[in-house]
């Protein structure tokens, strides 16, 4: 079992910044990539973020500049860092872990609001 947490997700004036962070637990024994998507109900979901295993980043073209991930493998924890936040960046975030034989795990959600 793989279990992932997720928290830092609320309610924000444009603008502002948040920071989401993911832990996982359970049985991992190796975790490969790791990254955050974003949907909005009725809409389809997006890349947000991705990192490797060896810190390598990419970003959705419409978070570039503002947004940065980052993990800590000895922690087992993903984190993404919002800055200068929008109203267009408003949905609900998911993390996402893939373990090294191809596994993919998927985190609860969390709800990130933009006002304003």
């Known amino acids: 079992q793989v279990q992932l947490v997720e928290s830092g997700g609320g309610l924000v004036q444009t603008g502002g910044s948040l920071r989401l962070s993911c832990a996982a637990s359970?049985?991992?024994?190796?975790?490969?990539?790791m990254g955050w998507y974003r949907q909005d109900p009725g809409k389809q979901r997006e890349l947000v973020a991705h990192?490797?295993?060896?810190?390598?980043?990419k970003y959705g073209d419409s978070v570039k500049g503002r947004f940065t991930i980052s993990r800590d493998n000895a922690k087992n924890t993903v984190y993404l860092q919002m800055n200068s936040l929008k109203p267009e960046d408003t949905g609900v975030y998911y993390c996402?872990?893939?373990?090294?034989?191809?596994?993919?795990?998927w985190g609860q959600g969390t709800q990130v609001t933009v006002s304003s």
């Open positions: 990192i490797t295993s060896g810190g390598s980043t």
């Open positions: 359970g049985s991992i024994f190796a975790i490969n990539d």
């Open positions: 996402t872990v893939q373990t090294v034989i191809g596994t993919g795990y």
